[in-house]
């Protein structure tokens, strides 16, 4: 009995969500792909960043390291 009224609902959002969709004009939804296109290439970019920066520190501090250790 539960599940029943949660597939309900869930229908619901969907048809809402897409009502939404439709009653977009192109120019919107060419806008919301270019703005999610930039969100995800600059969240990749970032990460890439991140772990490439992350491993040239590690390097330099083990240099250094190995650098203090034999003086």
Request: glycine share 4%; aromatic share 6%.
């Amino acid at each position: 009995m539960a599940e029943e009224s949660v597939s309900l609902e869930g229908s619901k959002t969907d048809k809402l969500s897409m009502a939404v969709w439709r009653s977009m004009s192109l120019k919107w939804k060419i806008a919301a792909a270019f703005s999610a296109m930039i969100l995800v290439l600059g969240l990749t970019v970032l990460v890439i960043v991140y772990a490439l920066t992350g491993s040239a520190l590690r390097k330099q501090i083990d240099a250094r390291a190995s650098a203090i250790a034999s003086n």
